[in-house]
């Protein structure tokens, strides 16, 4: 099966929709574990103006322990055999295990998002060897243990900045030519740390590829007012809007209509501000 790619529309930010097959995702999860529930959802976030979907079935939230590659393709499989055929936007598989990664590719997924950054060689090797794309995103340590105590003595944008540089050459290399780049809010960082991120976005630019950025409902949100996740989407539209001004390309979310008609708007006033 061809590999889709992603369409970029000129000046119009990429929406990547989640689907998260797990129980225990800080926000959604048990919601899409049936595999007719995770097809239909799939479906669904298309149809609402996702450019991409991207699925997960390994919950990555502070603290949590992970999921065998036995158990996370047994989530993934059933639904990704089932949509990879009707849907007419590119997958990601949000995974970092590289035989979970290999699984899914043969299966017609089209780019593998993976949040450790490809620092595995196995996981850049099965990206490449299928022709597929690559989400490279940072995180400072672990799931179980990152917010423990992030520190950036190099300073938080600069050292994620050369983190990046670092692992999109070593793609390159390896013959991995669809890059886009994620600093990664939220994973290993404090509440200074992602608004620095997301303030400083532009410094990631010089580095000529595509950026994303996943803020939904994450908890820099709660923390700055205090909301249960599934209630944080003001805050992750405020948050888009800014990382699209600032120049991401691609925001990932979990509420597809309504970033979509957002990040429209972010999207219009942006074109005209750069027209003045
Ligand atoms: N955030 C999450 C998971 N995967 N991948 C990228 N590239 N960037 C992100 O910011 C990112 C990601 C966390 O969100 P979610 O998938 O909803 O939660 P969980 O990990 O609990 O399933």
Known sequence: MPVKKLNYKSGRTLI????????????????????????????????QGAGLID?????????????????????LLGPLRAIVKKLRVPVSIDTCKSEVAAACLAEGADLINDITGFTDENMVRATAAAGAGAIVMHMQGRPRDMQ??????GGVVPEIHAFLAG?????KLAGVNDIILDP??????????????????ARFKALGLP??????????????????????????????????????????????????????????????????
């Open 55 to 75: 699925i997960g079935a390994e919950s990555s939230r502070p603290g949590s322990a992970g999921v065998s590659a036995a158990e996370e393709l047994a989530r």
């Open 167 to 171: 692992r999109a050459a070593a793609l």
């Open 148 to 153: 423990a105590a992030p520190a950036y003595a």
């Open 211 to 276: 950026l994303l950025v996943g803020v939904s409902r994450k908890s820099f949100i709660g923390a700055l007012f205090p909301s249960e996740p599934a209630a944080r989407l003001p805050g992750t539209i405020a948050a888009c809007t800014v990382c699209v001004m600032n120049g991401a390309d691609i925001v990932r979310v979990h509420d597809v209509r309504e970033a979509a008609q957002a990040m429209a708007v972010a999207d219009a006033l942006k074109k005209a501000g750069a027209a003045k």
């Open 16 to 47: 990547c929709g989640v689907l998260n097959i797990t129980p225990d995702s800080f926000s959604d999860g048990g919601r899409y574990l049936a595999p007719e529930a995770a097809a239909e959802r799939a479906l669904e976030l298309e149809a």
């Open 184 to 201: 990664g809010i939220g994973f290993g960082k404090t509440l200074q740390d992602n608004l620095d991120l997301m303030a400083g976005l």
